[in-house]
Structures are given as C-alpha cells and as structure tokens.
C-alpha cells in the first residue's frame, strides 16, 4: 500500500486509471470537474489505456456509456447535481438494460436556486432508479467504494454510483492508502460481459407492450434483491486487500445505545467526534451511518435498530413532499415504527457544526412533530 | 452496383414488422443494409422505426441493434464506436464493423439535435441517416421542425387564422456541412440506386457522414399507399427534395449535384396535391403555394450555384 | 397472456437473442388487396423487390421468385412501380 495526501476526486481519479475502463464519457460539473481533469492529465500521459469522450452534455455522456457498455466494454462516467439530472432520463435506461456501468458521484444540490454545495438532493433524486447506490464517509472510503462496487456492479449485471459529499470530500485532502495496480487489476478481474453487440448479433432496448414490460421490471427488481448477498461476498473479499471490513451499515457505539442518529456521507465522521463528547458526560448515544443505500439491506437494519428507544433520521435533502425523506421512510418501514423522527439538514453545503447533532441527539425523544429542521434560521 | 446485385445479398432486415403498408422507413432501412454488405451495428432512436421493428420478443434486426431513447441515439453510437476503436487497438476484435444511426426529424433535427452535433464534431466514424417523414408521426402527426411550409399537422391545424405550419423548413444538411465532417448527401429512396450509392459512399469515407433522405409517410402525408415512391418522385422532380452530396476535404466543400431536371422541373403543386396534408392548398391559398414555390426556387438556384451548375 | 413467458424465464434487460424473428410473424391479415405476379411480362428488373417496405418479394438469382404471402401487406407499391405492368391485383375475401 502507497500512502498518499490526495483531495477525495483525486482518489476517484487514481480509481479509475487503475480500473483503466476502455471507455470514459464525461461532461464538466462543479464538483466533480476535477475527476475528469484529473484523468484527462492521465490520458494525455498516456497511463490509461481507454479513450476518454468529451461529450458535449450529461445526457450525452450516459448514452455513451450506455452504448459502450452495450459493445461490452468497462465504461464510466462521473457528474453531479443537475448533470445527473439532466442524464436522469438514460441513468433509468442503463438500469433496465442491465449495464454494469460504474459513476462517481459528487454530491450538490440540485437547482433552484443553483448552488454548487453539498446536499444528497441529486443522488436521492436517482434513488429509485434501479442503480446501486454507495456512499463515503471520507476519501478513502469513497476510493475503496470505487473497487467494490465495480466488482458488484459486474457480478448483478447492474450500474453503481460511488457518491461523496461535494466540497467536504471531494476537495478535502486527507491521508489515504492507495494499492498497487497489480492489486486492483487482480481484485476485479477482467470484465467478462453477458451480451455484446459487436460480438453475436442481438437487438437491445426493445420496445415492451403491458404483455413484457411488468415481467422485465420484476426481473430487473430480483437483480437488486439479489445484489445483496453479493455485496456481502465482495465486502469480505476486499477485506483482504484492504484490512478494511466494510458492510452495508457503519456503526459507532450502537450496541448500548439509546439515542442513535442514522445518516450518510461525512457527516457521519464528525458526529462520532460529538458521540464522545456526549458519551463522556453518560449519556447512551450512538450513530449508524449509511454505506449501501441501494440496495436497502432492510433485514440488516432491523438487526441493527431494532433495540434502539430514540431513533432520528438526519437527511440532507428536502423532499418537499410533507412527510419525509427517502431514508426517513425506509427507517420508519424497515422497523415498522412511527416514533422515528426526521431532521432535514445541511441543505446547499450549510455548514453542520457539533451543535446541530447535539441538538438532535437532545431533542429526538421530545415533542410532537416528526419531521424537523435543523441548522436553518427560523 | 445494380438491383440484381443488390438483391442476392443476405437481407439483414426482415419482414413481419409493424410498420404501416407502404411505409418509406422500410423500404429505406433495406437499401441501406443492402448496401453495407458487411457487419454493422445499427442504434436507432425512439420512432416509427424502432418501436415497429423491435417489439419484444421479436425484432427485425438480424444484425446487432440498439436503441436507447429518444433523443441520443447519436451519443449512444457514439460510445459504441469507441469502445469498437479501443477494442481493435488492443486487438481484441478482428472483424470490420460499420455503425449506422438512424433517426426520424424528429429524432435528428429536433429533439437530438444536440447529441448529433456533438458526436458530428467528434468524428465518429458513424454513418448517421435521418429518416425524414417531416413530422412526429409515430405520436400522431404533430409538427417538427422539418415539417413543410403550409403542411398540416395535428399540431399545425388549417382554420380561419392560420394555415398549417408557417416556417420552412430546417436545413439539416447545411448544418451537418457546417461541421465540415467528410460527407453529407441528401437522398431518396425514389432514387434508389443514387441511394445505395451514397451509404456506399458514407461508409467507405472515414469520419462521420450524414445522409438526408426522404422517408414517405402514407398517414401523415394523407396520400394512397401505393404512392410511396411516386410522391418522392415529385418531391424530386419539383426540385422539393434535390439530390446532392457534398464533400469537405481539408474544409474545402465540393458540391455535387446528382439529379437535375432541368427543363422538366415540375412546380411544386404537383407534390403538394397528391397529398392530404396540403388540402387546403390544392386549389385555394394561392398565397402560401406561390411561397413555397419562391422558396423552392431561390434554394434550388443557391444549391445549383453551389455545385456549379 | 397466461401462455407467455414468466419473469424468470426471460432474457437480462430484454434483450432478443434471437435475430430477425420478425420472419415468423404472419401481417397477411393487415391486406385488402394481394398483388399478383405475372410472369411472362416480367423481366426480373427487381424493382418490385427494392421498393417493398416488408421484404415480401422473393428473389433468388437476381430474379422474381415469388410473393411472400405471410410478409406482403398489399401496399401495392410493387404493382405501382412496376415498369411492365407484370404485377395485377386482387381484392382479398
């Protein structure tokens, strides 16, 4: 292993040489730009042996890593925010046709009004999109991510987006570990695709009446049921490169916990430092962070919270929909209970001090409402 | 190459689609296969075309096809090629392959506009067809932006106020030229020969190529079935659709004219009354055919100019 | 419906391995008249064969073999196009 001080979209882009896909298909987005810069500089070097497309939009991009991934071939992209937006339309495609494709996420909130901080409204956006979903707590997680969930990706025959927090992470330089190419190129493997448009001829992305469509999305859902048992498998493998033994949830002093926040991306690291802090002065608290957020491992959750008397759901994102976020409400389903409260956070990069997770940890098992805010200006 | 030729090459499209009795998109899609004459990969955007030929579990394709939506079929064959390219560089493929996008106005010109450009300027060595039936007419008829002067459409109506669509049509050959890719051509399939010659043409030429080709439809025109070919024919002998190709070598465009009637140009009201969609021109609006025709002429003298003719 | 195929008996993301089926399916039920060939007016040019949207003309040898029946929905482009009026028609019952 190689330590390095590198910014979290640098680890993304030492990933990717390392993955060295034969096709990469990317558009410029704050914050993901320097991902694809950083990998221009090594194409231009020569140190990666694919082509690199410069599309001329996201939308692009996803189609042709779409096509590419239908020629059988590794392909990538990366974005943010309302690049991921505007390629929402081919994202639901590369699902439904079963393309491994791997994309990096940097996560920015979504316009309006535009921003270009972190919040997880892009991601959360895509979340049912039928795309693997991991999420980082800081850079080197976000670089192990990247291995993982390719490898999974090309086990279920399904695509992943690796998301970090915009700026927090993407930006921040921290010590990481890198390994060796030689590591990586033997932990995934060569890619083996189960069809390929220029070797047997075969017609993709056909057009389904009531009579197919149903079965084919029922096929498609079964994928990511049983992504999970292959995501556990590939955890344990990785382990043994790494040291590191990832599962779907991080926990942190869960076990006598009595007040737990669950939440995802780099939030999750300074709330330990806030979990200390209360946990000095006697008070049973602790966090669950969210690393798989697709699929949803509800089964592993319940193991995990079942127990917990005080449980609040931090989202960094509004649903603007009444009733909570995604994450709130696989909680609230995967525990079958309605005393789990929501705190809507950290909307357009709004910086999340100490204060504000105590004072969600101090509030969780008071008052009435269930979906609260907290760091806005009331 | 001549019909005989052509029809004892292995069909790659199939019969037992859905498209409409008489439907140009078929008998183009044929010609263009029958041309290439070697492995080919087609994309095709959401159209007539793709949902007629491809309806799960059963295709038309029997060589490897790929849609993906609608307006990316041109990003889509985009990442296709490359990965080709890499693949060859490694020598992990063997085989000569071509790609082929096919497109409908709207696809193309409208909607896709963008992706199509982009991949133009890339230089992907694509083969992109625009299959021009001059309207949305896979979701009934509504206007596009290649949709004739004067036409009817579902969404271009004839009533007391307005007359059909009231802007001429977008010339994609121009901007296709204006990215300066090696070849662009205007075809149709009333001209077959000329047709096959030009995809012949297209994928022999490394570096994107574009062909225009009038795709007759027989609901959306409002003209017998039967007329498929004949309506072209007018389309082309009244100088509506005119042949020419245009190749940019080192940014220098040539020009060539591949059909002239010369004395036996026919105006344009002969197209427009085999057609339904120009009813309320055949033999009233004399203001709006008399447009149509001025525009048909100052292009054609332009396109003439051009090729030095 | 009850005959097709069940979800876990399908292909990966549809995907059709098996190309150009589309020969199976009969459209003979979409004409009102069938064209008919006559033969000794032909002179095989294969125009009739080019300009037929649903590859319904069979040819073998650079010449006319025969209608293809299941393919054919009676456009009648062929009798229209056909420079020696050796294809005449006939309303379907």
Same mark, same amino acid.
């Given at each position: 292993?190689?330590?390095?001080?590198?910014?979290?979209?640098?680890?993304?882009?030492?990933?990717?040489?390392?993955?060295?896909?034969?096709?990469?298909?990317?558009?410029?987005?704050?914050p993901?730009?320097q @991902?694809?810069?950083?990998?221009?500089?090594?194409?231009?070097?020569? #140190?990666?042996?694919?082509?690199?497309?410069?599309?001329?939009?996201e939308?692009?991009?996803?189609?042709?890593?779409?096509?590419?991934?239908?020629?059988g071939v590794?392909?990538?992209?990366?974005?943010?925010s309302?690049?991921?937006?505007?390629?929402?339309?081919?994202?639901?495609?590369?699902a439904?046709?079963?393309?491994?494709?791997?994309?990096?996420?940097?996560?920015?909130?979504?316009?309006g009004p535009?921003?270009?901080?972190?919040?997880?409204?892009?991601?959360?956006m895509?979340?049912?999109?039928?795309?693997?979903?991991?999420?980082?707590?800081?850079?080197?997680?976000?670089?192990?991510?990247?291995?993982?969930a390719?490898?999974?990706?090309?086990?279920?025959?399904?695509?992943?987006?690796?998301?970090?927090?915009?700026?927090?992470?993407?930006?921040?330089i921290?010590?990481?570990?890198?390994?060796?190419d030689n590591? @990586?190129?033997?932990?995934?493997?060569?890619?083996?695709?189960?069809?390929?448009?220029?070797?047997?001829?075969?017609?993709?992305g056909?057009?389904?009446?009531?009579?197919?469509?149903?079965?084919?999305?029922?096929?498609?859902?079964?994928?990511?049921?049983?992504?999970?048992?292959?995501?556990?498998?590939?955890?344990?493998?990785?382990s043994?490169?790494s040291?590191?033994?990832?599962?779907?949830?991080? #926990?942190y002093?869960?076990?006598?916990?009595?007040?737990?926040?669950?939440?995802?991306? &780099?939030?999750?690291?300074?709330?330990?430092?806030?979990?200390? &802090?209360?946990?000095?002065?006697g008070?049973?608290?602790?966090?669950?962070?969210?690393?798989?957020?697709?699929p949803?491992?509800?089964?592993?959750?319940k193991?995990?919270?079942e127990?917990?008397?005080?449980?609040?759901?931090?989202?960094?994102?509004?649903?603007?929909?009444?009733?909570?976020?995604?994450?709130?409400?696989?909680?609230?389903?995967?525990l079958?209970?309605?005393?789990?409260?929501e705190y809507i956070?950290?909307?357009?990069?709004?910086?999340?001090?100490?204060?504000?997770?105590l004072k969600?940890?101090?509030?969780?098992?008071?008052?009435?409402?269930?979906?609260?805010?907290?760091?806005?200006?009331? | 190459?001549?019909?005989?030729?052509l029809?004892?090459?292995?069909a790659r499209f %199939?019969?037992?689609? %859905?498209?409409?009795?008489?439907?140009?998109?078929?008998?183009?899609?044929?010609?263009?296969?029958?041309?290439?004459?070697?492995?080919?990969?087609?994309?095709?955007?959401?159209?007539?075309?793709?949902?007629?030929t491809? $309806?799960?579990?059963? %295709?038309?394709?029997?060589?490897?096809?790929?849609?993906?939506?609608?307006?990316?079929?041109?990003?889509?064959?985009?990442? !296709?090629?490359?990965?080709?390219?890499?693949l060859?560089?490694?020598? $992990?493929?063997?085989?000569?392959?071509?790609?082929?996008?096919?497109?409908?106005?709207?696809?193309?010109?409208?909607i896709?506009?963008?992706?199509?450009?982009?991949?133009?300027?890339?230089?992907?060595?694509?083969?992109?067809?625009?299959?021009?039936?001059?309207?949305?007419?896979?979701?009934?008829?509504?206007?596009?932006s290649a949709?004739?002067?004067?036409?009817w459409?579902?969404?271009t109506?004839?009533g007391?106020?307005?007359?059909?669509?009231?802007?001429?049509?977008?010339?994609?050959?121009?901007?296709?030229v204006?990215?300066?890719?090696?070849?662009?051509?205007?075809?149709?399939?009333?001209n077959?020969?000329?047709?096959?010659k030009?995809?012949?043409?297209?994928v022999?030429?490394?570096?994107?190529?574009?062909?225009?080709?009038?795709?007759?439809?027989?609901?959306?025109?409002?003209?017998?079935?039967?007329?498929?070919i004949?309506?072209?024919?007018?389309?082309?002998?009244?100088?509506f659709?005119?042949?020419?190709?245009?190749? !940019?070598?080192?940014?220098?465009?040539k020009?060539?004219?591949n059909?002239?009637?010369?004395?036996?140009?026919e105006? !344009?009201?002969?197209?427009?009354r085999m057609?339904?969609?120009?009813?309320?021109?055949?033999?009233?609006?004399?203001?709006?055919?008399?447009?149509?025709?001025?525009?048909?002429?100052?292009?054609?003298?332009?396109? $003439?100019?051009?090729?030095?003719? | 419906?009850?005959?097709?195929?069940?979800?876990?008996?399908?292909?990966?993301?549809?995907?059709?391995?098996?190309?150009?089926?589309?020969?199976?399916?009969?459209?003979?039920?979409?004409?009102?008249?069938?064209p008919?060939?006559?033969?000794?007016?032909?002179?095989?040019?294969?125009?009739?064969?080019s300009?037929?949207?649903?590859?319904?003309?069979?040819?073998?040898d650079?010449?006319?073999?025969?209608?293809?029946?299941?393919?054919?929905?009676?456009?009648?482009?062929?009798?229209?196009?056909?420079?020696?009026?050796?294809?005449?028609?006939e309303?379907?019952?």
């Amino acid at each position: 292993m190689i330590k390095r001080v590198i910014t979290g979209n640098e680890a993304v882009a030492y990933a990717m040489k390392q993955i060295d896909p034969e096709v990469v298909a990317a558009y410029p987005i704050t914050p993901q730009t320097q @991902i694809i810069e950083k990998y221009a500089e090594y194409y231009a070097k020569g #140190e990666v042996s694919g082509e690199l497309i410069d599309v001329e939009s996201e939308h692009s991009a996803m189609s042709a890593v779409v096509g590419a991934a239908g020629a059988g071939v590794r392909a990538m992209t990366a974005t943010s925010s309302q690049g991921l937006a505007l390629m929402l339309e081919i994202v639901y495609i590369a699902a439904a046709m079963r393309l491994p494709i791997l994309m990096p996420v940097v996560n920015r909130a979504l316009s309006g009004p535009i921003n270009i901080h972190c919040d997880h409204s892009d991601t959360m956006m895509a979340a049912n999109s039928g795309w693997l979903q991991f999420y980082s707590e800081n850079n080197q997680d976000v670089y192990d991510n990247c291995f993982i969930a390719l490898k999974v990706a090309e086990r279920v025959n399904l695509p992943v987006m690796v998301c970090q927090d915009g700026f927090i992470t993407s930006h921040s330089i921290e010590d990481i570990s890198l390994y060796k190419d030689n590591v @990586i190129k033997k932990f995934i493997g060569e890619y083996k695709p189960k069809y390929n448009l220029l070797k047997k001829e075969i017609t993709m992305g056909p057009f389904d009446m009531f009579d197919y469509y149903f079965e084919h999305k029922r096929k498609q859902a079964q994928a990511m049921f049983d992504s999970v048992k292959v995501i556990e498998s590939t955890f344990k493998e990785f382990s043994l490169i790494s040291g590191r033994r990832y599962d779907f949830f991080e #926990e942190y002093k869960l076990k006598d916990a009595e007040k737990v926040i669950v939440m995802i991306g &780099s939030t999750y690291g300074s709330a330990r430092d806030v979990v200390d &802090s209360l946990r000095n002065n006697g008070e049973l608290v602790g966090i669950l962070g969210i690393r798989v957020f697709r699929p949803f491992n509800f089964k592993l959750l319940k193991k995990k919270l079942e127990k917990i008397r005080n449980i609040a759901v931090m989202e960094r994102y509004d649903p603007l929909s009444g009733f909570g976020g995604i994450l709130f409400n696989e909680i609230r389903s995967s525990l079958s209970r309605n005393d789990i409260v929501e705190y809507i956070y950290g909307l357009g990069g709004r910086d999340v001090d100490d204060s504000q997770i105590l004072k969600v940890f101090k509030e969780m098992n008071n008052g009435k409402e269930l979906i609260r805010y907290v760091g806005v200006r009331e | 190459m001549n019909l005989k030729e052509l029809s004892n090459r292995k069909a790659r499209f %199939t019969g037992g689609h %859905t498209l409409c009795p008489g439907c140009g998109e078929g008998i183009i899609v044929r010609a263009v296969l029958q041309a290439i004459n070697q492995q080919v990969v087609v994309g095709c955007a959401t159209s007539c075309l793709e949902v007629s030929t491809s $309806k799960f579990p059963q %295709t038309s394709w029997k060589c490897s096809f790929i849609h993906n939506a609608f307006e990316n079929v041109s990003a889509t064959m985009s990442g !296709v090629e490359t990965a080709y390219r890499v693949l060859k560089r490694k020598n $992990k493929i063997k085989d000569d392959i071509k790609f082929v996008a096919f497109a409908g106005d709207g696809g193309l010109c409208d909607i896709g506009l963008q992706s199509f450009s982009g991949a133009l300027e890339r230089g992907h060595n694509v083969l992109f067809i625009c299959l021009d039936n001059e309207a949305y007419q896979n979701t009934g008829i509504q206007r596009s932006s290649a949709t004739p002067y004067g036409a009817w459409t579902s969404t271009t109506q004839i009533g007391e106020k307005h007359k059909g669509k009231e802007q001429f049509k977008k010339d994609i050959v121009k901007i296709a030229v204006a990215h300066e890719i090696p070849y662009v051509a205007q075809a149709s399939p009333s001209n077959y020969l000329d047709l096959v010659k030009k995809v012949s043409t297209a994928v022999s030429i490394n570096g994107p190529s574009f062909i225009n080709i009038l795709s007759p439809c027989v609901p959306g025109w409002r003209y017998l079935q039967m007329e498929s070919i004949h309506v072209c024919r007018r389309a082309v002998d009244s100088c509506f659709w005119p042949l020419y190709e245009v190749f !940019v070598e080192n940014g220098v465009e040539k020009w060539k004219l591949n059909y002239d009637p010369k004395d036996k140009k026919e105006p !344009v009201i002969n197209f427009l009354r085999m057609q339904g969609r120009f009813k309320h021109l055949w033999n009233d609006n004399k203001d709006i055919v008399d447009k149509i025709q001025a525009n048909i002429d100052r292009k054609w003298e332009e396109l $003439k100019k051009r090729c030095s003719v | 419906m009850q005959n097709l195929k069940k979800w876990k008996e399908l292909e990966d993301a549809g995907n059709i391995l098996d190309k150009g089926n589309n020969e199976e399916n009969d459209v003979s039920g979409w004409r009102s008249f069938r064209p008919i060939h006559i033969r000794e007016k032909c002179i095989d040019c294969m125009i009739c064969w080019s300009v037929c949207p649903d590859n319904a003309v069979i040819s073998g040898d650079g010449k006319f073999i025969k209608f293809d029946y299941t393919k054919c929905k009676g456009c009648l482009i062929c009798l229209n196009e056909c420079p020696v009026n050796a294809i005449r028609s006939e309303k379907e019952k």
